[in-house]
């Protein structure tokens, strides 16, 4: 993915794949750091404890990385900066990106060095679960916003990405420089207006047309099946009354309905 970034234009930070743990570091690669195993998902493996600031840390904290998930282990520059995600749905003509979603800490601030962890996403007697995304991303100014937008769906093609995916990405207050982080093609589609693609897209143009909502946009994408089965669910709100024929008009009830209008 982050080769794919590179190929494409698009912002990622350097970064270093180590195999066995026993490779040399790269010059290029420059502290803080942030150590993540390679083939996990929903932030598995990844702590405070995953930013390393010398290489004696970061040496262990491959070693225990490698001890513990047997997997290469991906190091990268570690981005002091506000946590964004951008989700985008369709394919290749059709598909778009949402507005930006911002992580907001319990605060209710943006913070330079909170870390999105496996804590902060699964762990409900923690304060750092209470984090929630808000959007259009307040603190992110218009243009900027567009040019992260187009870079996301440029990737999305690029990678090609069925249906829906969001990237994860930082974006640096000081240097005004913003970094993909990585691609998710199975985001979380809990139906929370907290959550980064409900809250985006609750915030899209396509929020507007709550009649032809998801029933709408699905006639263009091959996504129309996987929301049958996302209304469905019992954490999604439940069954709704959605017609067999997609082309007959319908308001499901839930906020899920946007993010495929």
């Known amino acids: 993915t982050k080769k794919i970034f590179v190929d494409i234009g698009v912002p990622t930070p350097q970064w270093q794949l180590f195999k066995t743990g026993k490779e040399k570091f790269h010059a290029s690669l420059r ?8 083939k ?17 840390q970061l040496r262990a904290r491959i070693e225990h990385m490698h001890i513990t998930y047997r997997q290469p282990i991906l190091v990268e520059r570690f981005i002091p900066g506000i946590e964004l995600h951008c989700t985008v ?24 060095e909170f870390i999105y962890d496996f804590e902060a996403k699964w762990m409900e007697d923690s304060e750092k679960f209470k984090c929630y995304f808000v959007s259009p991303a307040p603190s992110i100014d218009v243009r900027t916003a567009k040019r992260i937008q187009e870079a996301a769906r440029r990737a999305f093609l690029a990678l090609e990405i069925k249906d829906y995916g969001r990237f994860d990405i930082r974006y640096n207050q000081k240097t005004k420089r913003w970094y993909f982080l990585e691609a998710n093609a199975n ?4 139906n929370k207006d907290t959550e980064a693609l409900i809250a985006a897209a609750n915030a ?19 996504a129309y099946d996987l929301y049958i089965i996302a209304a469905s669910r019992d954490t999604l709100g439940g069954p709704t009354d959605i017609p067999a ?3 007959t008009p319908a308001v499901p009830s839930l906020a899920l309905h946007d993010a495929y209008a």
């Open 40 to 56: 996990e998902d929903c932030s598995i493996g990844i702590s405070e404890d995953s930013v390393v600031h010398n290489k004696k």
């Open 31 to 38: 502290f803080p750091l942030i150590v993540k195993p390679q």
């Open 245 to 247: 024929d997609p082309s």
């Open 187 to 190: 985001p979380c589609l809990e």
């Open 89 to 112: 749905v369709g394919n290749e003509t059709d598909a778009i990106a949402f507005p930006l979603a911002e992580l907001r800490t319990p605060s209710g601030d943006p913070d330079n």
């Open 204 to 222: 899209s143009s396509l929020a507007a047309d709550k009649k032809n909502g998801a029933i709408g946009f699905a006639k263009t994408m091959r």
